[in-house]
């Protein structure tokens, strides 16, 4: 099994990397896998199955050098810190460089698109890439920060001042009571869990996609999903996924550093860690917009 985020990505730890992540169990008809080079040895023999773990010198035998090069959780907290870092950074300048007031309406407004639409080439594009690739997980939260941006300064400007910044306060206490859950081991991630998420998420975005068509070619608000009740039942179903989507990624992260992930693999972690803040960001600033804008 994979980990999932909002563009279905094909990102996971699995053992084509050379280590089990949710996709550990094998196929039907396959032969059993062999032991995990990173697992720890039976109590019988503990250095069976685990060439790098530290032996035991006390009676002049060897001592294994420690591997320095799998991932951490400093390592995915660095990467995400970089990854969000930049996401905000460039949001904070197209906020201050791509006013959304009458002047610059139609600018502000292509401009935040069109990187809406980069950023989403570049998250499909390492989605299906094997390996993370530095640059490219980079560029997409360049562009995606410009978007964010310019859709935040948008419902500043023509819906409420505060809703940007409840949305930001709800997105990290969602993010917050997820980890606590998550630690606490109120939330199990299984194979069910799993599979209910991906069915309920495809489900989700499929009436979005439907209610867009129905928005631009039949005008005012398609199906009602953005607006009204309906809106704020999607809005709540939305900001649910995208809790299981951090459970899922929690998991991933768990999964990498307990069977020895090569330290590259912190910024897929932190990739996806991105993507789902930034769904539950845009479900959040919906949200509040429908409830603020009914004020």
């Known amino acids: 099994m994979r980990s999932s ?8 730890f ?12 094998p196929q039907a008809g396959a032969p059993a896998a ?39 959780i400093d390592d995915v907290v660095t990467r995400t810190a970089m990854t969000l870092g930049t996401v905000v950074l460039t949001a904070a300048l197209s906020w201050a460089l791509l006013p959304v007031d009458e002047a610059n309406l139609g600018k502000s407004y292509g401009i935040g698109i069109g990187a809406a639409l980069v950023a ?16 490219l997980i980079i560029a997409y939260a360049a562009f995606e920060g410009v978007f964010l941006g310019v859709i935040s300064s948008a419902v500043s400007t023509y819906i409420s001042p505060g809703t940007v910044m409840q949305a930001v306060m709800g997105t990290m206490c969602v993010f917050a009571g997820v980890l606590i859950a998550y630690k606490m081991r109120w939330i199990r991630v299984t194979r069910r869990f799993y599979g209910f998420v991906m069915a309920a998420a495809m489900g989700f975005v499929l009436l979005m996609m439907v209610n867009l068509l129905f928005s631009v070619f039949g005008g005012g608000d398609g199906l009602g999903f953005r607006s009204g009740g309906l809106g704020i039942l999607f809005g709540v179903i939305g900001i649910i996924l995208g809790a299981c989507f951090l459970a899922l990624d929690f998991k991933q992260v768990e999964d990498g550093i307990n069977y020895g992930a090569p330290r590259e693999e912190s910024w897929l972690a932190a990739f996806g860690l991105t993507l789902t803040l930034v769904w539950i960001y845009l479900e959040m600033l919906r949200l509040l917009s429908i409830l603020n804008g009914d004020d």
């Open 5 to 12: 985020n909002p563009v279905f990505s094909r990102r996971g």
């Open 14 to 25: 699995s053992r084509d990397n050379g280590y089990a992540g949710f996709n550990a169990a």
């Open 34 to 72: 062999g032991p995990n080079p990173y697992a720890q040895g039976t109590a019988a023999n503990p250095y069976a199955t685990n060439p790098y773990a530290q032996q035991d010198t006390r009676y002049g035998a060897p001592q294994a050098p420690a591997r320095a090069d799998v991932m951490t």
């Open 120 to 135: 989403f080439v570049f998250a499909m594009i390492q989605s299906f890439k094997r390996k993370a690739s530095p640059a």
